[in-house]
């Protein structure tokens, strides 16, 4: 096959992943993990993070009930819903992110099979349920490592040994390094350092310690985690969480999860600035440069942040039908079965999404006279390299006052025009387009963007 039948077969398919990813999210806009880890392993806190929030989550049951509180006749408070944390089928859901839907295992002791059996039940049920908002879509196992003589229990090394996940990916979060640190300080200060020096160093040293000693013994198992993360300090609420955010995503070679990832994940728009450009730029442009089609490009750009909503004629017209009298019963029965069951789930998604914008909306009701050309790739970069921009700022507007208004695109617009250096940008494509390879193109057009991000 020739490079440029290569380059149009992979534009194929990720047109085909971004309208298959249009309509996961209109089934779903949840965004399920499965959390794994001992007692005490830092599980809850980070999650906290991920969800930007000190507050402990809510926990369902399966069946959407809310275990609560009780109170023991000596009043003492018996958390019960801490044992229902960890039952592996019930939901946790924190307020500041109702998207995200996280179970919780209390990962695997030497000598107790009942942790394992009920994971692997678990996954089996949800990778062969036939619900799509009811699979499963990454999992996140936390080791903690400030426990040096023993990091790995046997049954986790056995479960990496011995157990495929399938298609879900699971990464590794290897918490508490920062407990590492005294002991680091100490071996430093013994091999002749000074003590401060020797403070400054500790973190990266007592990482690096430990991926020599440990790391391998995970890496080299057959079914290894698809990548790790190191934590230190979570319990602190100002506490990063960025690379998770970041190596999550990158786990996700299609685009169908990716973006249901970064439109349920709000903490960092700016992977949404990045795989943006990368995933619309590189992919389309040549089709949009013989199409002139910009409103579609916008469109696929709109798309990969948190408040965005898909919403096109078709679908106007599919909801339209639904709501309409029963008289017409010929576009009833044409809806069949599968399509009605499909859009009650729509209706239920809409209760949470109905704060969203729709990019036809943006387009309709926004003045992106900015755009004029969409012939050459540096045409093409800028139109998305600002609607990039633009999308990030109005995401921040919006998330002060949520509503499907595009007032927050119209003042981002403004301000793009009013601020920012349309010059400074365009000298810094005509550079980017002349560099060598896709990959040097495509990390300088997002460092473009990212260094022009409108200041709140
Ligand atoms: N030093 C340090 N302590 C942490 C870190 N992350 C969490 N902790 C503390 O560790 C304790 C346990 O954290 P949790 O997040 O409740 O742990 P968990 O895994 O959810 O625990 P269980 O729900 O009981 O299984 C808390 O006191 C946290 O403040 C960290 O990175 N460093
Ligand atoms: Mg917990």
Not at 119 to 125: D, R
Not at 294 to 303: A, P, S, T
Not at 311 to 333: C, E, G, I, K, S
Request: charged share 30%; hydrophobic share 40%.
């Amino acid at each position: 096959m020739s490079l440029s039948n290569v380059e149009s077969q992979a534009t194929e398919d990720i047109e085909r992943q971004q309208s298959r990813a249009r309509r996961v999210r209109n089934l779903t806009n949840r965004f399920r993990v499965l959390i794994i880890g001992r007692a005490n392993a830092g599980k809850t806190t980070i999650l906290q993070r991920v969800c930007n929030t000190t507050e402990q989550p809510k926990i369902f049951s399966p069946e959407g009930h809310e275990v609560m509180w009780i109170y023991t006749p000596y009043s003492i408070l018996l958390k019960v819903w801490q044992r229902g944390e960890h039952d592996i089928e019930n939901e946790m859901i924190f307020e500041s992110n109702k998207a995200f839907v996280f179970h919780d295992s209390r990962g695997f002791e030497a000598g107790r099979t009942s942790e394992l059996d009920k994971v692997k039940e678990f996954l089996q049920k949800r990778s062969t349920n036939k619900e799509l908002k009811d699979h499963l879509h990454v999992i996140w196992y936390c080791i903690p490592i400030n426990d040096e003589a023993r990091p790995f229990t046997r049954a986790e090394l056995n479960f990496f040994d011995e157990y495929g996940t399938g298609r879900v990916p699971v990464i590794v979060l290897f918490t508490k390094a920062d407990m590492l640190d005294a002991q680091t300080i100490k071996h430093l200060v013994d091999t002749g350092m000074d003590v401060e020096d020797a403070a400054n160093k500790a973190p990266e040293e007592s990482v690096a310690m430990f991926e020599k000693r440990f790391g391998q013994q995970l890496y080299k198992k057959k079914y290894h985690p698809k990548d790790y993360v190191y934590f230190r300090d979570m319990q602190n609420p100002t506490s990063d969480c960025t690379e998770l955010l970041r190596k999550t995503a990158a786990t996700f070679s299609d685009d169908t999860l990716l973006q249901l990832f970064l439109t349920v994940q709000q903490n960092n728009v700016a992977l949404s600035i990045e795989y943006a450009i990368i995933r619309v730029v590189f992919p389309d442009w040549k089709l949009f440069k013989e199409k002139r089609e910009w409103r579609k490009m916008v469109e696929k750009i709109l798309n990969y942040f948190p408040h965005m909503v898909w919403w096109d004629d078709a679908a106007d017209d599919f909801f339209a039908d639904l709501l309409a009298d029963d008289d017409d019963q010929v576009t009833r029965a044409c809806l069949g079965f599968e399509q009605r069951r499909r859009s009650m789930v729509w209706v239920l998604n809409g209760m949470i999404r109905n704060d969203e914008i729709t990019a036809k909306d943006v387009l309709d009701h926004t003045d992106w006279s900015l755009i004029h050309n969409t012939k050459s790739f540096k045409d093409i970069a800028f139109l998305c390299i600002v609607t990039a921009i633009i999308a990030e700022h109005s995401f921040f507007l919006w998330k002060q006052n949520p509503s499907k208004s595009t007032a927050p695109f119209k003042s981002a617009i403004q301000k793009f025009n009013l601020s920012a250096d349309m010059a400074k940008i365009n000298t810094a494509i005509e550079e980017a387009s002349h560099m060598k390879t896709k990959e040097q193109k495509k990390q300088a057009l997002v460092k473009i963007a990212m260094d022009n991000r409108l200041p709140l």
